[in-house]
């Protein structure tokens, strides 16, 4: 697999070492770098990219990657990585809300984490708020398990944002793709997923029994709703056995 770069990333609030190989930097990290900047280039304005994914791909991880990267190369802008996560609406509007699904009416809390419970318009808004300048940006607290409103100041003018369902091929949710200027998808094999799903809720503190009913439950089904309703990227990578991204579709 070739030399591996190893880096301590923050995570969420969580301390996590996150490793690339030398062909991951040399053939995906870099030209991305170097495609940001050139559109950045030619746009003469900030320019927004979506990262989107399904769930345990590692978005998160190599937004973050690729914004430090990018403060260590020359001759191009600091990329600075953003998520849909501080859209979600806040817990206490979950509580006291139900959705019909399926011909049941479900409490926006069991089903935390679809674009259902996620405040669209106020993401769009953000999105203008990022067009016109300087903003700042709501996160989610994964200690808090809850929104906390603009609490990332945006300053670069090259914003990377990931989330689940920046493409997805829904109703409100599909005219996103036209307010970014390029986009990434990062594929990967449902069993691949799900065995790091469970093994995160594991270490999280649930049994297996509990992990595997919360993914079947939940998660299972964010993963094919992501990846089987989503819109066609500008690139797409795969996330190999290995752990490896490879490119799918796309020049670089």
């Known amino acids: 697999m070739g030399e591996r770069m190893k880096i301590e990333l923050d ?8 490793t ?9 990290v870099k030209p991305l770098i170097h495609k940001f900047q050139a559109l950045k280039d030619q ?3 900030r320019l927004i990219i979506f990262l989107a994914a399904p769930p345990a791909v590692g978005k998160s ?6 914004e430090r990267f990018s403060r260590e190369m020359e001759n191009v802008l600091p990329i600075q990585h953003l998520s849909l996560d501080g859209f979600h609406y806040p817990n206490k509007y979950l509580k006291n809300n139900k959705i019909k699904m399926a011909g049941e009416e479900i409490c926006l809390t069991d089903i935390k984490g679809m674009p259902e419970t996620f405040d669209l318009e106020k993401f769009i808004s953000y999105l203008e708020r990022l067009k016109e ?3 700042k940006w709501p996160i989610y607290d994964r200690q808090l398990h809850d929104v906390v409103m603009d609490q990332v100041d945006v300053t670069s003018e090259i914003v990377l944002i990931e989330g689940n369902w920046l493409l997805l091929d829904e109703p409100g949710w599909r005219g996103l793709k036209e307010k970014c200027d ?3 998808f990062i594929r990967a094999a449902e069993e691949q997923l799900k065995e790091r ?7 999280g503190g649930l049994t297996l029994k509990e992990a595997t009913d919360f993914y079947e439950r939940s998660d299972g089904k964010n993963i094919a709703r992501v990846m089987n309703n989503q ?3 500008d690139l797409v990578l795969k996330l190999k056995k290995t752990g490896e991204l490879k490119i799918l579709k796309g020049e670089l």
Request: charged content about 30%.
């Open 11 to 18: 995570v969420n609030g969580f301390k996590y070492d996150a």
């Open 20 to 28: 690339y190989t030398e062909k991951e930097i040399e053939k995906i």
């Open 43 to 45: 746009y003469n304005r």
């Open 61 to 66: 991880t190599f937004s973050i990657f690729m």
């Open 133 to 135: 300048g300087n903003t």
């Open 182 to 184: 390029y986009s990434i």
């Open 197 to 203: 799903l469970i093994n995160r809720k594991i270490k």
């Open 231 to 233: 819109l066609d990227a």
